[in-house]
């Protein structure tokens, strides 16, 4: 089971949105029949095999073992991954275009920009798990309190001067054996995600 997996595929992309499937992929963190989902989710059994075959056609669940009790064959199934990313690519007719607006200051241009790294990295996922090989990645992920917004735009501006001059020393435009690599660095308010206290 992968910690998160992309979903690329349209069809691939509504199955995981229903609300049952849904509930079932998070049920099958671990392991578990259809009949014991029933009794979880409170459903009947049937109801339960016929949203599992959908998720294993698209990939979404796999069967871990098939156990055999009297004349009953009970399939074990287990979710894919932990977590799910829906990529841009399951909308591809109106995926974000980062090219289309550039404005470093925009959160919809960041969006899109967002969106493509979704894209972009799920591709390479899916291209080097067929490969059966790893994919150099790195990121940084931190936070940072400003205490004004003349400092944030005074960070902003030094950010963009330290990655330029970065860039500008590691680049090299003839490395013939050179692969390109895309950065990303964004700075967005940080999301409350517990409620706060009263």
């Given at each position: 089971?992968f910690?998160?997996?992309?979903?690329?595929?349209?069809?691939?992309?509504?199955?995981?949105?229903?609300?049952?499937?849904?509930?079932?992929?998070?049920?099958?963190?671990?392991?578990?029949?259809?009949t014991?989902?029933?009794a979880?989710?409170?459903?009947?059994?049937?109801?339960?095999?016929?949203?599992?075959?959908?998720?294993?056609?698209?990939?979404?669940?796999?069967?871990?073992?098939?156990?055999?009790?009297?004349?009953?064959?009970?399939?074990?199934?287990?979710?894919?991954?932990?977590?799910?990313?829906i990529?841009p690519?399951?909308?591809?007719?109106?995926?974000?275009?980062?090219?289309?607006?550039?404005d470093?200051?925009?959160?919809?241009?960041?969006?899109?920009?967002?969106?493509?790294?979704v894209?972009?990295?799920?591709?390479?996922?899916?291209?080097?798990?067929?490969?059966?090989?790893?994919?150099?990645?790195?990121?940084?992920?931190?936070?940072?309190?400003?205490?004004?917004?003349?400092?944030?735009?005074?960070?902003?501006?030094?950010?963009?001067?330290?990655?330029?001059?970065?860039?500008s020393?590691?680049?090299?435009?003839?490395?013939?054996?050179g692969?390109?690599?895309?950065?990303?660095?964004?700075?967005?308010?940080?999301?409350?995600?517990?409620?706060e206290?009263?």
């Open positions: 089971m910690s998160v997996a992309v979903i690329e595929d349209a069809e691939a992309a509504e199955v995981s949105l229903d609300p049952v499937r849904a509930r079932l992929l998070a049920e099958l963190a671990e392991p578990a029949s259809a014991m989902l029933a979880r989710v409170d459903l009947p059994r049937q109801k339960v095999n016929y949203h599992l075959r959908a998720l294993e056609k698209h990939g979404l669940v796999e069967l871990v073992e098939e156990r055999r009790k009297g004349n009953v064959t009970e399939r074990m199934m287990r979710a894919t991954a932990a977590s799910y990313v990529s690519t399951a909308l591809s007719a109106v995926q974000p275009d980062p090219a289309e607006s550039p470093r200051l925009s959160a919809r241009w960041l969006l899109a920009v967002a969106g493509r790294l894209r972009d990295v799920g591709l390479l996922i899916t291209g080097s798990t067929k490969a059966r090989k790893r994919v150099a990645t790195f990121a940084i992920d931190g936070e940072v309190r400003f205490s004004s917004a003349a400092d944030r735009a005074a960070f902003a501006e030094e950010l963009t001067v330290a990655i330029t001059n970065l860039v020393k590691y680049h090299d435009e003839d490395a013939e054996q692969r390109d690599h895309r950065i990303v660095v964004a700075v967005h308010p940080s999301v409350k995600t517990e409620p206290e009263c």
